[in-house]
Structures are given as structure tokens and as C-alpha cells.
């Protein structure tokens, strides 16, 4: 069984999903091809941040047209992700949670408090 | 109030959050770093796929333990992209909507489909 | 001594080093900027390619203008290579050159003819 | 007539295309899958920088250790790039000086000084 907080991720599945369809598109949508366009809106997303300061990238993109111009891109990004994973049949919300649990596992928080972590 | 299906990428950001609190790594996260870390997720996830012919990395990549590795490098990708928006204060679920209910006023059907699209 | 052979990238960070300089453009180009700026580029050239089938880009791009524009997305590609560079004080070239020796060592021929390499 | 300053990268292309010949490894140097390795190897130097502070990258590579695997990504980001070239024809030297040349006449420096650049 769904428990409610699993729902999230396989709804933008059938949307995504449901969208490629209406398009016959998924012919494109091979794993490399939505790889490079993952690529491709990250890139995009780098591109927003690339020459604002550091210290100041928060407070830049607390502005609401800024904002939302991030928030655009990483929808993006999110998108093909959940495609590639689609077209993979991976479950990427378990994915993600398998990954947490086993980081938790790995950086023990009384070893690694305060020092800059490999991962993640 | 949240519905159910709202609450997948909610309970990640919350996880997530709660695993850099434990470690005191929030102040290693300011979107240039974590977009960075993103680049080098999906890197990870380039590198699995870049010699695999196009044709073939469906049923490659369906064999479990490439499956698998496959799996944790887009949960990775996920990881950062949700510890992203939480950092600018994006609703990555609802941004993912917002940018497919738009995708679809763009991306007439009749009009474009079977050709390649740009995006998505 | 510069032999002839090793001069074309030194002469390509000269130019991008004095564009910067008479654009007060430096200030922006700590390497953390420079490598975003570097993904927006190749998320670029990924575009470019993503819903084109791989057995057909070669000659999809032998067309003149797609042809121009993948050169300009790899010119933007080596420009902010060449700005890392000259930030961090390396030696591209003689870097390339040392890595494609030690490829040379790592694959030998005769034992990796025809298998999918990891690198490169 | 080639002048000196056009040899090096013309020299780098026939070293990787006889890398490639001698394993015999062209087969695989489609240009989506050398843009996906690039995209590996990008990601590998994200890596390096991604936790270090934007104030403190330049010092923290300049230490050889750290310099050496910063130039060696860099290295792997440039081979894939001339192979890349050498796939689709593109004279890359060429292409970067015209590039520069195009964005000096872009960007005039008296109009942007000192301000973010969009490029490069």
C-alpha cells in the first residue's frame, strides 16, 4: 500500500508521464537523451547563480521575480529527473530515502560535526 | 491544509534538513556550493551511462545492481535539489506543477506531436 | 623554452585574461563562479544534441549552421576552461598532455581493444 | 599556413584520436555520449570546489596536491572537448578566438565595467 507522503513524486510521474504521451514523445526520451536534458536545465540553473557572490546568493534570490526564475529552473531540472527515472522504473522517491538512511549510516554526526562533508 | 499527494518532497526537505542540523554542515550550503554539488550528482550519473549504446540503456540499466547504482545517483541528484530549494525557500512540487500545467499550454498536442520538442 | 607546439592555449589565456581586465571582470571570476559559468555553457552544448539521435548527430551536425553553433557552445566551453585555468595558475595543456600519457599507461592497448572504457 | 600559435590544440586532437584509434574505442565517440562524459568529468571538478569557501579557492588550490587533481579534471574536461571537436569537424582554437573576438565587440568595456557579466 501508498502510504500518504509516497504519493507526491509518482503524481508528478503521471503527469510527466501523461504530458510525453499526448506528444508522442517518449520516443525521444531514451535515458542518455533526458540525461543531456537534465544537463542542459542544470546548466541553466548554474547560470542564474554563476556571478552573484556567494554571501549574498540568499538574500539575491529572496527577490520574487529572481526567485521564481530559480524556482523554474529547478522544476525543470525535477521534470527530467522524475522522466529518467520513469523510464528507468526506478522509484526515486524510495531512491532518495534508501540514500538519506544509508548517509546516516556513513557520517556518523559526533565524527563529522562542523567539518565540510564529502557527501552530501 | 497539505494534500496527501503535497507531501512526498515536504518529508525529503524535512529529513534533509534535519541530516545537515545534526552534522552543523547548513553552513556549507549556500546555493553556489549545493549547485555544485548537484553538477558533480549528475556527473556521477553521466559517467554510468555515457559509453552504453542509446539503443541498449533501457535493458542495461534493468539489470538490479546497474539498476541499483543508477537509482543512487539520481536520488543523489534529488538530495541537493531538494536541500537547494529548501535553502532559497522554493516548493520544488508545486514549481514541478506550475511548470508542466505550463508546458502543456506551450506544447500544443496537435501541433507538435511526433516532432522533437525543445522542452520538455 | 615554449616549444611552438605549446603556445596556442597560452595565447587564448592571454586574450581571455585581457577581456577581463578591460572589463574589471576578474572580481567575478573566483574559481567556484567560473566553473558555474562552465556548466551553463555545457548545459548548452547538451541542448544542443539531446533530442537528436545519436547514430544521426555526426551528420546533423555536418550542417553548417548547427555545425556553428556546437563550435560556439565548445568555444564558451574551452574560454571558461581557459579562465580556470589561468585563475589557479595551471597549465592546461600540459596538463592534457600529462593525463593522455598516463592514459596511455593505465589502457593498454592490447588488453582493453574494443570494450566500452571508462576513460576517456 | 598554420602558425605557431595554431598548433597545440591541432597536436592534443591527433594524440586523443590515436589514443582512441589504437583501442579502437572511436566506436563509442558518438557526440552525445563524449558530451556525456564531458559532463562527467565537469562533474568531477565540481566536486573539488563544491564545500571549499568562494574567498578561499584560490588558496586552498594552491597547494600542489589539491592543484594537481584540480588540473588533471581540467585535463579530462579539455581531452573530451577536442574529441568532441575531432568527432564533428569543428576547429575548436578557431572557434574560441572568434568567440572572444565576438564578445568584444558585445561587450563594449566602457558600458559594462565592473558589472556581472552575462558572458563569459
Given at each position: 500500500m501508498t502510504t500518504p507522503d509516497e504519493r507526491e513524486i509518482a503524481e508528478l510521474t503521471r503527469l510527466v508521464r501523461e504530458f510525453s504521451a499526448e506528444r508522442d514523445w517518449?520516443?525521444?526520451?531514451d535515458p542518455k537523451s533526458v540525461i543531456l536534458a537534465l544537463v542542459g536545465e542544470v546548466g541553466e540553473l548554474a547560470e542564474l547563480f554563476q556571478w552573484v557572490r556567494a554571501d549574498e546568493a540568499v538574500t539575491a534570490f529572496a527577490v520574487p521575480e529572481r526567485k521564481a526564475r530559480a524556482a523554474e529552473e529547478m522544476a525543470d531540472v525535477l521534470v527530467y529527473l522524475v522522466c529518467l527515472a520513469d523510464v528507468l522504473g526506478v522509484d526515486l522517491g524510495a531512491a532518495a530515502r534508501a540514500k538519506l538512511a544509508d548517509a546516516h549510516r556513513r557520517f556518523v554526526a559526533d565524527e563529522v560535526r562542523g567539518r565540510a562533508p564529502d557527501k552530501p
Open positions: 517518449q520516443q525521444f526520451h
